[in-house]
C-alpha cells in the first residue's frame, strides 16, 4: 500500500526526520477499550492516518515530525493518528518495546525502541499492546481432558501434495472471518491477499502447513514459515492461525497448533516462534499452554481534534 504522502522535517540542508503518511482506507473504529466512555457509547466511526517508514537523528526532530504529520492527517480529515504503521495491519506495524531476548526473528517489525518515548511526547498514548512468545518444546501436548472438542467430522491435514493455489479463495475467506473483529482490521480484496500470500508460500515447507476441513469446508489454517534469521537454532515461526468463528470449533485451535509445532519437530525444528499476538486475541491465551515471552510491542494512537 503506498503512501499518499511522504515527509521530510530538514534542520539547514540536512533531513533530520522522515515518515509516510495514508489517510484513506480505513475509516471505521467501534468501541475499542482505549476510548472514553462517551466514545464507546456512541460507537464512534473514526477515520484514521496512519504514520509509518519512520526515521529521526534526535527526540527533538522526531517529536517535531510527529506533531507536524498530525496536523497534516487532521486537514484530511482524520480524528484518529496510528503509528507506527506502515498504510495498515497487513504491513509492518508496532513497536518492539526491547531486544532483551534475542535479535529478530523473519517478518517482526524491526523498530527503534525510542520511537515509544517519541510518540508519547508527541502526545500519543498506547491503543494497542501486542505479544510474541517462544515455544521450547514441540512435542509439548496439552492435556485433552482440559480442552474443547471439535466434531467428529472435522480432520485435519498438512499442506504437503495439494495445490494451495486452488486453496486460496477457500483461505481468504478463513481469514478474512476470523480476523475481522481485531482492532484497527482491513479487509483486502481477493486479489490484494493473494498476492500478500504467495510470496510466503514461497519460503515454506507445505508440509509444515496445517488445514482443518469440516467435510469439505475449510475451518481452520495455522501458516508457518522457517525462522530464516535463525543462525543458531531450528526455529519456527506460526504466523497465522485463522479458526472459522463458530463455537462449535472452540479446540480446533489447540489441535491444529500441536499438529503445527509436531510436523516442525518431524523436520528437524527445535523452537517455534508464536508471533504478533494482540493482548486480547485467543489465540495469546492458547500459546501461553506451550510458550514463554520473547518480546513485546505497543501501537501508539492520538485523537485529532478539527480545531488542531
Not at 174 to 192: I, K, T
Not at 226 to 245: E, F, G, N, V
Not at 271 to 289: E, G, T, V, W, Y
Amino acid at each position: 500500500m503506498a503512501p499518499q504522502l511522504v515527509g521530510c522535517l530538514w534542520s539547514g540542508d540536512k533531513v533530520v526526520a522522515r515518515g509516510s503518511l495514508w489517510w484513506d482506507g480505513l475509516e471505521e473504529v467501534r468501541s475499542d477499550t482505549w476510548l472514553n466512555a462517551e466514545t464507546r457509547a456512541a460507537k464512534a466511526f473514526l477515520q484514521v492516518g496512519r504514520l509509518g517508514e519512520l526515521e529521526a537523528t534526535e527526540t527533538e526532530a522526531a517529536v517535531a515530525f510527529l506533531h507536524q504529520a498530525c496536523d497534516i492527517l487532521c486537514q484530511w480529515g482524520c480524528t484518529l493518528v496510528l503509528g507506527p504503521m506502515d498504510g495498515s495491519t497487513w504491513q509492518s506495524y508496532r513497536c518492539a518495546l526491547n531486544w532483551n531476548h534475542g535479535p529478530p526473528f523473519f517478518s517482526e517489525p524491526q523498530t527503534d525502541p525510542r520511537w515509544v518515548d517519541w510518540f508519547t511526547q508527541a502526545g500519543f498514548t498506547p491503543v494497542a499492546q501486542y505479544e510474541s512468545r517462544l515455544c521450547l518444546d514441540l512435542s509439548q501436548t496439552h492435556p485433552p481432558g482440559r480442552r474443547w472438542h471439535s466434531p467428529a467430522s472435522v480432520r485435519i491435514q498438512s499442506a504437503q501434495g495439494i495445490a494451495v493455489e486452488a486453496l486460496l479463495p477457500q483461505i481468504y475467506a478463513l481469514v478474512m472471518a476470523s480476523f475481522r473483529r481485531q482492532p484497527f482490521f482491513q479487509p483486502l480484496p481477493e486479489d490484494g491477499f493473494a498476492s500478500y500470500l504467495r510470496p510466503l508460500l514461497t519460503q515454506v515447507d507445505l508440509a509444515l502447513i496445517q488445514l482443518a476441513w469440516d467435510e469439505d469446508r475449510l475451518v481452520g489454517v495455522v501458516l508457518v514459515l522457517p525462522d530464516l534469521l535463525a543462525t543458531d537454532s531450528q526455529r519456527l515461526i506460526i504466523k497465522t492461525l485463522a479458526i472459522w468463528p463458530d463455537r462449535a470449533y472452540a479446540g480446533l485451535g489447540s489441535t491444529l497448533l500441536e499438529a503445527a509445532h509436531q510436523a516442525g519437530f518431524d523436520q528437524g525444528y527445535r523452537q517455534a516462534i508464536h508471533a504478533l499476538m494482540h493482548s486480547h486475541n485467543l489465540s495469546l491465551n492458547l500459546s501461553r499452554r506451550y510458550s514463554q515471552p520473547f518480546r513485546d510491542y505497543v501501537l501508539m494512537g492520538k485523537k485529532l481534534s478539527p480545531t488542531q
